[in-house]
Every structure is written in C-alpha cells, then in structure tokens.
C-alpha cells in the first residue's frame, strides 16, 4: 500500500508538472527563456572581466610594464597561495579571523535588534539616547582600536569588541529607523482588537522589518570583518590582519594581495548565505 500511494503521488506530481507547463502562453514562456538567457549574459560577462584583468596584470607584469616587485602578478600570488596550503598556515590565521568575524557578527545582530526593540517599547528613552548614539557612531573606529587593546588588553576579546564597534551602533540606529517607520493603521488595528504592544511587535513590526533585518545582518557582515582585520592589525599573533601587517613588513606584497583576497571572499561568502540560510521563505504551491 504504501509504494502505491508513493506511485499515485509521483504520477499525480507529474501531471501537475505538464500542467503547469501547458498553463504557460508562449508569451510567457519567451520571457522565461529571456531571464535565463539574461542570467547566464550576466554570469559569463562577470568572468570574462576577471579574466581579462587577471591575463593583462600578468601580461604587463611579465613584459616589464609594472614592477612585479611592487604589483606582484597572479602566478606569484596563486604559488605563493599554495605555499601556505602546504605548509597550512594558513587555515590557522583563516580559522582566528573567521572565528571572531562570526562572533563578533552574532553579538552584533542579537544586542542591536534588542536593543532596537527596547528603544521602539519606549519613546523616552529612545529619544534620550538618541544623541549618545549618534556621537558613537560618528567616532572613528580604527582610532578606537588602540583605546579598546589598552581597556581591554591584546587578546582575542578585544579583538571582538573591535569588530562590534565598527557596526553596532549604526545597526541600532537603522533597525530603529525602520521599527518606528511600519504602518501605523496596523498597529492600530492590533490594538483595537484589543491587543498588547507584545502583539503589534510579534505581529506587525518584527515582521515588517525582516527585509531591514536581512539588509542590515549583509552590511554588518563586512562592518565587522573590518574592525576584526583593524583589530588584528593592532593586538593579534594570528589571523589575516597579522598576516597583512606581516607581509608588509617584509615586503612580500603577494602575500599581502593574498590576505585582502581572502577577506574580500570571506565578506561575498558570508553576504550570500545569509539570506538563504536565516531568512529563506518557503514557495507557494499554486
């Protein structure tokens, strides 16, 4: 009995299949084929750019146009790449930076959508906090990194909280924003039907502002990458910012190149998973 209802629902799958394929007007069906054609345009004009960039830097790094000492070349930044794969010392400084860009990340998005929430329950005391918060987001963060290892001491800590500085309070500020700009009609409707402002929260706001949420968590990513990277600049043994400082100091510029490629990947990583693996919104079956 049971393989005959799995048969029944794959053939009743298939026919909804040819269905839906036959519900489609030809109109529609060249627009379909026009989005795809437009997707994969898209995606072979972003690599043949790549490409192309990658093959005039070696280009005119080999013929003596630019200073390879200087400007490196792809060639020696792919071996130079490897050499760290073997010997894996990379892996270690990747796992340091990415370790404290997730944390750093996670505090971030919890104490800024709570404390967003907060300032939205209470008008007074967003209104009081209104200047503080703008003060702090204005300060520069690389100049609040030397501050923060004294505070704080050179551990890895302080290099979180370096990471939390640079997006928090921006994230707060834009998170209230749209808390207080949701539709008001709702929320009275919530409170007509005898609601509580825990209902027109749950029901209304937090809703409402899943997309600011999502826009925000892609920003904040890269906001803290960049005050991790700044505070291993300052107070790290480990991690890509040492690396960067490192490779400076004893002028290897492909290690360096290396190094800003990696967290340039880590950020686009890190933004496109994002909304697929916290926020992904099931299809409607028609």
């Not at 404290?100 to 209104?127: D, G, M, R, Y």
């Not at 997006?167 to 008001?184: E, H, K, M, P, Q």
Request: aromatic share 10%.
């Amino acid at each position: 009995m049971p393989e005959n209802n799995l048969r029944q629902n794959q053939v009743h799958d298939a026919y909804g299949v040819r269905n839906k394929e036959q519900k489609l007007s030809a109109g529609q069906q060249r627009y379909l084929r026009g989005r795809k054609k437009h997707r994969y345009i898209v995606c072979i004009s972003r690599a043949a750019i790549l490409l192309c960039f990658l093959l005039l830097w070696e280009f005119t790094a080999n013929a003596g146009i630019i200073d390879s000492f200087i400007f490196s070349s792809p060639t020696h930044i792919a071996l130079c790449f490897w050499e760290m794969v073997q010997d894996r010392s990379i892996f270690l400084h990747l796992w340091s930076t990415l370790y404290e860009t997730i944390v750093s990340f996670l505090l971030t998005t919890v104490i800024s959508i709570l404390t967003a929430v907060l300032l939205w329950c209470s008008s007074k005391l967003s209104e009081i906090l209104d200047p503080y918060l703008v003060v702090l987001n204005s300060l520069p963060k690389s100049a609040l990194a030397p501050l923060l290892i004294v505070w704080l001491g050179a551990t890895q800590t302080t290099i979180i909280v370096a990471g939390m500085s640079v997006a928090i309070f921006g994230s707060i500020l834009n998170l209230y924003t749209s808390f207080t700009g949701v539709d008001r009609e709702k929320i009275k409707l919530i409170y007509t039907l005898r609601g509580h402002r825990w209902h027109a929260l749950t029901k209304v706001v937090l809703p409402s502002s899943i997309p600011a949420i999502i826009s925000n968590m892609k920003v904040n990513i890269g906001l803290c990458l960049v005050g991790v990277v700044i505070g291993e600049f300052l107070a790290a043994r480990s991690g890509l910012g040492y690396l960067i400082i490192y490779s400076s100091q004893v002028f290897r510029w492909e290690g360096k190149m290396i190094k800003c490629d990696i967290a340039t990947y880590i950020d686009i990583l890190c933004s496109l998973l994002l909304p697929r693996s916290f926020f992904q919104i099931p299809e409607r079956n028609s």
